[in-house]
């Protein structure tokens, strides 16, 4: 069984360009939330999806969206990036909207 | 606001010592309270986690105190060791949030030989 992988593990953009990054449920699984975590804080909440739907949202403007596939497999897009973006953005999956998380180990994200 | 504040920011104990972290949160709707541990380059990871029906739950060496009339609950690391420096978070999720969880700013723990 295969845990939750994200990709890329981290990537440099700069100010106003757009990023998207991808993540990979755990086998089984067909909820994914996202989170950021900025250096030194704890995760924040951006979004989750579930059975391909947003499935609420967190503290995040709209330049932050995402998309789920069938296989229940994710992205997260953000748009006109801000030089605060920089964080390390993680995906986790899990059986149902209200199971236990199962955290990737994250894509970092700097922008300059 | 949703908030959950945790303290200490950072905490230096020895090996065979006990560690206690401490949060409290604001929302009472809050209904359930996990803690997670994360390792350097590494995501974070359920230790264990309590729902306000009881006050206190035991794993291992791990142990959750909660005090719901102070909106407080604490993590204790009996018999701390070494491999057990990571930053630990707490959270909390509330009716109909699921897992979508509120965190705390974290805790960095090094346990000492």
């Known amino acids: 069984e295969t845990g939750v992988t994200q990709s890329p593990t981290h990537l440099i953009k700069t100010r106003g360009q757009q990023v998207t990054l991808r993540c990979s449920s755990q086998?089984?699984?067909?909820?994914v939330s996202w989170y950021q975590q900025a250096l030194g804080q704890g995760p924040q909440f951006i979004f989750q999806y579930y059975r391909e739907e947003e499935n609420g949202r967190g503290n995040f403007p709209p330049r932050f969206s995402g998309l789920q596939f069938p296989n229940y497999s994710s992205e997260l897009n953000v748009n006109a990036l801000e030089l605060d973006d920089s964080a390390l953005y993680l995906c986790?999956?899990?059986?149902?909207?209200?199971?236990?998380?199962?955290f990737g180990e994250g894509s970092r994200l700097t922008v300059l | 606001q949703q908030q959950v504040k945790q303290s200490p920011q950072s905490l230096i104990v020895q090996k065979g010592g006990i560690s206690i972290i401490n949060c409290a949160y604001e929302?009472?709707?809050?209904?359930?309270f996990p803690w997670y541990q994360q390792f350097p380059g590494k995501g974070p990871a359920l230790l264990i986690a309590?729902?306000?029906?009881?006050s206190e739950k035991k794993e291992g060496r791990f142990t959750i105190s909660f005090n719901k009339s102070a909106k407080q609950f604490s993590l204790h690391i009996m018999d701390s060791q070494p491999g057990d420096s990571a930053t630990y978070f707490c959270?909390?999720?509330?009716?109909?949030?699921?897992?979508?969880?509120?965190f705390g700013t974290g805790t960095q723990l090094k346990v000492e030989l």
């Open positions: 929302n009472t709707a809050f209904d359930y």
């Open positions: 959270a909390a999720s509330g009716t109909g949030g699921g897992n979508k969880l509120t």
């Open positions: 086998s089984g699984h067909n909820t």
């Open positions: 986790a999956s899990s059986r149902d909207e209200g199971g236990e998380l199962f």
């Open positions: 309590i729902r306000p029906d009881v």
